[in-house]
């Protein structure tokens, strides 16, 4: 029964990391996109 625990805990940090490591790389993306849209903005002046 121990082990079934433990093995559900290191799940779950395992899923809470993936999930901090996911929204990272969501904000990464938005910066990105950020970047994108500021340069073709100031390409059109």
Do not use: F
Not at 15 to 25: E, F, K, P, R, W
Not at 31 to 42: D, M
């Amino acid at each position: 029964m121990r082990k079934i625990i433990a093995l559900g805990m290191i799940a779950a940090a395992l899923a809470v990391s993936a999930c901090n490591t996911v929204a990272g790389i969501g904000r990464d993306v938005q910066a990105a996109g950020r970047a994108v849209t500021n340069g073709s903005e100031q390409a059109k002046r």
